[in-house]
């Protein structure tokens, strides 16, 4: 099997979560069955979504390149990054180094039309959406796409940045507000489109409709890395 590496921190509990999920994940029945993964804990890594908004502030891209460099360097096979927004630069990150980077974005579409999916709604920080980068990849797929509006999105962003990554509670009723504006749009599915909403679901039981992006990602990890994935992963939307 492949070892794995992790460029991690870009937030810390989406790293921790990533890590608990692929072990999860892998059909293992002793420690030397599991996956040899290396994870580069790097939260100092500047804001993605700040610097897609504003150039002028510090780019996250050369630590990033930076960290992948040295994950290959210590013998990892394949590399990912829970991060969805740090997709925005992942044809440079890919392209630093010569081992496979798995894009969460394109798996994440993939599981979708394989579901059978038409039209998912995107519950994103404002830098993956106003980039377009899981609009392109469901695009790709053959999949209609939706993303809240100006409110639906401010709310996205308070439970991502003034609850989850502080630390503190998901507000439930912001969710289901922005999940509700979503779904009377047509949307036939709703994508956790950020590493820290992966954690709602998470902590909270969400019901039918949802795909969490950071699952999908460890399953392609497992998969990528030539672990045995546990069969009842093989279906990851409901």
Do not use: W
Not at 18 to 29: C, F, P, R, S, Y
Not at 142 to 166: T, W
């Amino acid at each position: 099997m492949k070892s794995l590496g992790i460029i991690g921190g870009l937030g810390p509990m989406a790293t921790a979560y990533l890590l608990q999920l692929i072990i999860e994940m892998t059909d293992a029945k002793t420690d030397q069955e599991h996956l040899d993964v290396i994870v580069f804990d790097r939260p100092s890594v500047p804001d993605r979504t700040s610097y897609i908004l504003d150039p002028e502030k510090p780019s996250p891209l050369p630590s990033m390149q930076q960290t992948a460099r040295t994950l290959e360097q210590l013998g990892a096979g394949c590399l990912c990054a829970p991060c969805v927004t740090s997709h925005y630069f992942y044809r440079e990150l890919a392209g630093s180094v010569s081992i496979p980077f798995l894009n969460m974005l394109t798996e994440t579409a993939q599981e979708l039309k394989a579901a059978g999916r038409r039209k998912a709604g995107i519950l994103a920080t404002t830098g993956t959406v106003s980039t377009g980068l899981f609009q392109t990849a469901l695009e790709a797929c053959g999949l209609e796409s939706a993303v809240p509006g100006s409110y639906g999105q401010n709310l996205v962003m308070s439970l991502i940045y003034d609850e989850i990554k502080a630390g503190r509670p998901a507000d439930p009723e912001k969710f289901e507000a922005v999940s509700r504006e979503l779904q009377l749009s047509g949307c036939d599915s709703l994508i956790l489109g950020c590493t820290e909403l992966s954690l709602i679901k998470k902590n909270t039981p969400l019901g039918h409709g949802y795909l969490d992006a950071l699952e999908v990602l460890a399953k392609r990890c497992v998969q990528a890395c030539g672990a045995p994935l546990k069969t009842e992963y093989s279906v990851l939307f409901t």
